[in-house]
């Protein structure tokens, strides 16, 4: 489910109840925080991880009206949700109207799933984290 704002009803909040992104053209489009975006840990640390990858990410408002032309001319490449227990989610489809986008080939996208294992792996601790996000609580617990 792609929630769209309430007021104007086209620009784009949230997919289920985590946030977005857009792989549109190579570049990454997030919808900005408005007030009724949860600016959530796992949006923040993705933002974070692209920006380190130097993978242009762009907080703003998004219309559905951009993503369904972006579909069109094929430069739609991932749509994938974040969240704390999804991680990250791989969106297959997106249905606005009449107007069915299939995304990737309803194919995880190279991008989101490099996202989900540099995430776990931090989380883990099987990867480095340099963003000094983990804190060791118990140095004896493994």
Do not use: C
Request: zero cysteines; glycine letters at 10%.
């Amino acid at each position: 489910m792609l929630w769209l704002d309430g007021m104007e009803k086209k620009y784009i909040e949230e997919v289920g109840s985590m946030n977005v992104f857009f792989k549109i053209n190579g570049e990454i489009h997030t919808p900005e925080l408005s007030g009724s975006i949860l600016e959530g840990v796992t949006r923040r640390s993705v933002i974070e991880l692209l920006q380190s990858w130097d993978v242009p990410v762009h907080e703003r408002r998004i219309s559905i009206e951009e993503i369904l032309s972006a579909s069109k001319s094929g430069t739609l490449e991932e749509v994938f949700g974040t969240g704390t227990a999804a991680v990250i989610s791989p969106v297959g489809e997106l249905l606005w109207k009449d107007h069915q986008m299939t995304v990737n080939d309803y194919k995880t996208g190279e991008l989101a799933k490099k996202l989900y294992d540099e995430l776990t792996g931090i989380q883990t601790g099987k990867r480095e984290d340099p963003f000094g996000w983990s804190i060791i609580l118990n140095k004896d617990y493994e």
